[in-house]
């Protein structure tokens, strides 16, 4: 079973991205609502108009780059995932196994931020995954 994809508008909407968007300031710890566009099979889509999907910053290179780990509002266990919450009334899954490089130039929006305790914890859990 397919679902289908607007690879079409989510290019228009990448280049513009690449052409005008400028790089807001970031750092880590925050939740951003990030344009991660149409992707390829599994890989964790953006929703809606601007392809966006909240993540966490887990890692900050430099202005320009840096690491995210996409979530899902969707309450999911197990090795590849860790919830918290960072709103109230709200569980977050962070989709640990979507950590992905991207350009600041994705990030729309703050949204929130990751407690402390709860983004040492993540850290671990990734850390856990990736040894």
């Not at 919830?83 to 991207?102: D, H, K, N, V």
């Amino acid at each position: 079973m397919s679902t289908e994809k607007n690879f079409d508008r989510w290019f228009f909407q990448k280049e513009n991205l690449h052409e005008e968007k400028e790089r807001p300031f970031f750092d880590v710890g925050e939740i951003w609502f990030c344009a991660l566009g149409a992707n390829i099979g599994f890989e964790q889509d953006g929703m809606g108009e601007k392809f966006l999907r909240p993540a966490v910053i887990l890692r900050k290179f430099n202005n320009e780059v840096l690491w995210i780990v996409p979530l899902t509002k969707n309450q999911k266990s197990g090795p590849y995932y860790f919830q918290f919450s960072f709103e109230e009334g709200m569980i977050s899954s962070a989709i640990l196994s979507q950590l992905r490089l991207i350009d600041s130039k994705r990030l729309m929006y703050h949204k929130g931020n990751i407690k402390d305790v709860d983004f040492d914890k993540l850290k671990a859990k990734l850390r856990d995954l990736l040894a």
